[in-house]
């Protein structure tokens, strides 16, 4: 009875209501439409969310000679060479380098000095001149290079206004002699990636001259039938489809509920005090333990409740495209990756809110659990990024099963240990306010009144 009373305080309250339109916005915005527009796709009715292109979907069956097969991540050195020299001189010239310091852009101009040692960097690689630099044959980069198009007639435009971007799987040393009419490394790639690293410093944190960037816009190339024919199978045998679909949406979800619950929390645990209950709770005989963890269960019910009949958008059409086709698909995926993915961030989340919140009956959870939140999303890659004290996995694609296997002992490891936190948490939040239903830590006045002088000095003297 205290958890359905708890729950309905929850589900009735505005601050519940926020983080559920919060969470619907989110949700539409990104994840909503997705899975029946990749089975669409697959059937040439839909533009694929993966490739951009009418047809090309991981649902799809690749056919045998066909024209091409979507782009693969490998690391080809002549190609990552041809595109980060083409972005460094592009920057170079105009003095405007992009940064994203916390995944948010940031113009970099570098002084005189710097410059002269960026030219230097590629003058080695070039094994050009300043002057030759500023004066480049029109074709002296591919026309598609990376994440960079050099406008010219050979570009064709699709019928939906993109661009089709063909890699060239050639290798341009071979085909090319004269460097100065076409690019050549005149380094090796061990001291090509060392040049990076040093432009990479010079220009500061977030360039796109990291390994990691590098790899991410140049590191393509076509697939072949073969391995076009190895992903498919990937998705269909070892992800059963619908795991694919169960990461992206746990990728979309988690921001949300790494920073929004905290809310929940903050405002439920205040209420007591506003609303004056402090005293009638402090007067029944309910242990601290079971109201804190009856509380801290309402709360995950609240919040996890409406993600999980959310995921149900997606899994209705994939359970009626394995019907149509005959593949097997796992039912279950969202539930499973909900479990482990999702709710041990939530469960952090409510735990460090909780103690915080009963220990200084101030609203200071948010701002901390918004600092890390703010934090984990600026240093965490898109995919493939697991830390110790990741608070949220990202995966930003339907493809990549081999990341999570990559990686799947370090994720276990960061679930765990998020977990063992939220426990200690609820067990410390547990502990204070035993204390303070005892009067030991009744410091609250304390805290009112410090806080209440600190802000009449700062009206008086804004006033001013």
Same mark, same amino acid.
């Given at each position: 009875?205290?958890?359905?009373?708890?729950?309905?305080?929850?589900?009735?309250?505005?601050?519940? !209501?926020?983080?559920?339109?919060?969470?619907? &916005?989110?949700?539409?915005?990104? &994840?909503?439409?997705?899975?029946?527009?990749?089975?669409?796709?697959?059937?040439?009715?839909?533009?694929?969310?993966?490739?951009?292109?009418?047809?090309?979907?991981? !649902?799809?069956?690749?056919?045998?000679?066909?024209?091409?097969?979507?782009?693969?991540?490998?690391?080809?050195?002549?190609?990552?060479?041809?595109?980060?020299?083409?972005?460094?001189?592009?920057?170079?010239?105009?003095?405007?380098?992009?940064?994203?310091?916390?995944?948010?852009?940031?113009?970099?101009?570098?002084?005189?000095?710097?410059?002269?040692?960026?030219?230097?960097?590629?003058?080695?690689?070039?094994?050009?001149?300043?002057? #030759?630099?500023?004066? !480049?044959?029109?074709?002296?980069?591919?026309?598609?290079?990376?994440?960079?198009?050099?406008?010219?007639?050979?570009?064709?435009?699709?019928?939906?206004?993109? &661009?089709?971007?063909?890699?060239?799987?050639? /290798?341009?040393?071979?085909?090319?002699?004269?460097?100065?009419?076409? @690019?050549?490394?005149?380094?090796?790639?061990?001291?090509?990636?060392?040049?990076?690293?040093?432009?990479?410093?010079?220009?500061?944190?977030?360039?796109?001259?990291?390994?990691?960037?590098?790899?991410?816009?140049?590191?393509?190339?076509?697939?072949?039938?073969?391995?076009?024919?190895?992903?498919?199978?990937?998705?269909?045998?070892?992800?059963?489809?619908?795991?694919?679909?169960?990461?992206?949406?746990?990728?979309?979800?988690?921001?949300?509920?790494?920073?929004?619950?905290?809310?929940?929390?903050?405002?439920?645990?205040?209420?007591?005090?506003?609303?004056?209950?402090?005293?009638?709770?402090?007067?029944?005989?309910?242990?601290?333990?079971?109201?804190?963890?009856?509380?801290?269960?309402?709360?995950?019910?609240?919040?996890?409740?409406?993600?999980?009949?959310?995921? &149900?958008?997606?899994?209705?059409?994939?359970?009626?495209?394995?019907?149509?086709?005959?593949?097997?698909?796992?039912?279950?995926? @969202?539930?499973?990756?909900?479990?482990?993915?999702?709710?041990?961030?939530?469960?952090?989340?409510?735990?460090?809110?909780?103690?915080?919140?009963?220990?200084?009956?101030?609203?200071?959870?948010?701002?901390?659990? @918004?600092? %890390? %939140?703010?934090?984990?999303?600026?240093?965490?890659?898109?995919?493939?990024?697991?830390?110790?004290?990741?608070?949220?996995?990202?995966?930003?694609?339907?493809?990549?099963?081999?990341?999570?296997?990559?990686?799947?002992?370090?994720?276990?490891? /960061?679930?765990?240990?998020?977990?063992?936190?939220?426990?200690?948490?609820?067990?410390?939040?547990?502990?204070?306010?035993?204390?303070?239903?005892?009067?030991?830590?009744?410091?609250?006045?304390?805290? #009112?009144?410090?806080?209440? !002088?600190?802000?009449?000095?700062?009206?008086?003297?804004?006033?001013?």
């Amino acid at each position: 009875m205290l958890f359905v009373k708890e729950l309905k305080k929850i589900c009735f309250s505005i601050a519940y !209501l926020l983080f559920i339109g919060l969470l619907l &916005f989110s949700w539409h915005e990104n &994840f909503y439409g997705v899975t029946s527009k990749e089975i669409q796709a697959s059937r040439g009715m839909e533009t694929s969310i993966t490739s951009q292109v009418r047809g090309e979907s991981i !649902l799809a069956k690749p056919e045998e000679g066909a024209e091409n097969y979507g782009p693969i991540k490998k690391e080809i050195p002549e190609k990552i060479m041809c595109g980060g020299t083409d972005m460094l001189m592009i920057e170079y010239l105009k003095n405007s380098y992009a940064t994203y310091p916390f995944h948010y852009y940031k113009e970099a101009v570098l002084s005189i000095e710097e410059q002269k040692e960026i030219l230097s960097i590629i003058e080695e690689i070039t094994g050009l001149s300043e002057m #030759q630099i500023k004066n !480049l044959p029109d074709d002296y980069f591919p026309t598609v290079n990376g994440n960079i198009i050099h406008m010219s007639e050979e570009v064709a435009q699709n019928q939906d206004g993109s &661009f089709r971007l063909q890699t060239d799987n050639s /290798n341009p040393s071979q085909e090319k002699e004269d460097h100065t009419k076409h @690019f050549i490394a005149q380094v090796s790639y061990e001291r090509f990636k060392e040049l990076m690293a040093k432009a990479a410093e010079i220009i500061g944190p977030g360039s796109n001259y990291s390994m990691e960037s590098l790899l991410e816009y140049y590191g393509q190339v076509e697939m072949t039938y073969e391995e076009a024919m190895n992903e498919y199978n990937k998705t269909v045998n070892d992800d059963k489809v619908s795991t694919a679909f169960a990461r992206l949406f746990c990728d979309y979800m988690t921001r949300v509920l790494g920073l929004y619950p905290v809310f929940i929390v903050a405002v439920f645990w205040l209420k007591d005090r506003r609303n004056k209950m402090s005293e009638l709770i402090n007067s029944k005989q309910i242990k601290s333990a079971r109201l804190i963890i009856v509380r801290t269960f309402a709360i995950l019910t609240a919040v996890m409740l409406p993600v999980i009949l959310l995921s &149900f958008e997606s899994l209705v059409p994939l359970m009626k495209y394995s019907y149509d086709t005959g593949i097997v698909i796992d039912e279950f995926a @969202f539930m499973k990756y909900i479990l482990w993915w999702l709710l041990p961030t939530v469960m952090t989340v409510t735990g460090l809110g909780t103690f915080l919140t009963v220990l200084t009956s101030a609203p200071i959870a948010i701002f901390v659990q @918004f600092v %890390w %939140w703010f934090m984990d999303s600026a240093v965490t890659g898109l995919s493939g990024d697991i830390r110790f004290f990741t608070l949220m996995i990202r995966h930003n694609t339907l493809n990549g099963l081999e990341l999570i296997q990559q990686n799947f002992y370090s994720i276990l490891l /960061n679930r765990g240990l998020l977990l063992l936190i939220s426990f200690a948490l609820i067990s410390l939040s547990i502990a204070v306010y035993n204390r303070k239903r005892g009067g030991k830590l009744d410091y609250d006045y304390f805290i #009112q009144k410090y806080s209440g !002088l600190f802000k009449k000095r700062f009206l008086a003297r804004f006033q001013k």
